[in-house]
């Protein structure tokens, strides 16, 4: 069975940081593309960031233009899960996060459909 559980998120500081963890099981991480996305009250929902699958081809990893210098995404295949690092968060990044599996097998880019979501961390940035 697929599972994608997402963590990390809280209550920061705006200029403070937060690492998001997404713990992948059922699949193997790098076989499928993993995304991030966020929803804010009232807003529809966003992709933040993503990483391709093994053997797609450019440079395997996008950041929205709102999040690009600030966030970082990295995988770690060993314990089959991909972090959200977030630095210089604003208040606008107050939202949900979840993350989400690509549904095409190897060879994609992150910009596909994705089929299985995780349930969510809720991030705010407030003083």
């Known amino acids: 069975e697929v599972q994608l559980q997402a963590s990390g998120g809280g209550l920061v500081q705006p200029g403070g940081s937060l690492r998001l963890s997404c713990a992948a099981s059922?699949?193997?991480?790098?076989?499928?593309?993993i995304g991030w996305f966020r929803q804010a009250p009232g807003k529809e929902r966003e992709k933040v960031s993503c990483?391709?699958?093994?053997?797609?081809?450019?440079?395997?990893?996008w950041y929205a233009d709102s999040v690009k210098g600030r966030f970082a995404i990295s995988s770690d295949n060993v314990q089959n899960t991909v972090l959200l690092q977030m630095n210089s968060l604003k208040p606008e990044d107050t939202a949900v996060y979840y993350c989400?599996?690509?549904?095409?097998?190897?060879?994609?880019?992150?910009?596909?459909?994705?089929?299985?979501w995780g349930q969510g961390t809720q991030v705010t940035v407030s003083s």
């Open positions: 989400a599996r690509g549904k095409m097998f190897r060879g994609s880019s992150c910009h596909g459909a994705y089929v299985y």
């Open positions: 059922g699949f193997t991480l790098g076989d499928y593309a």
């Open positions: 990483i391709s699958s093994t053997g797609s081809s450019g440079d395997g990893t």
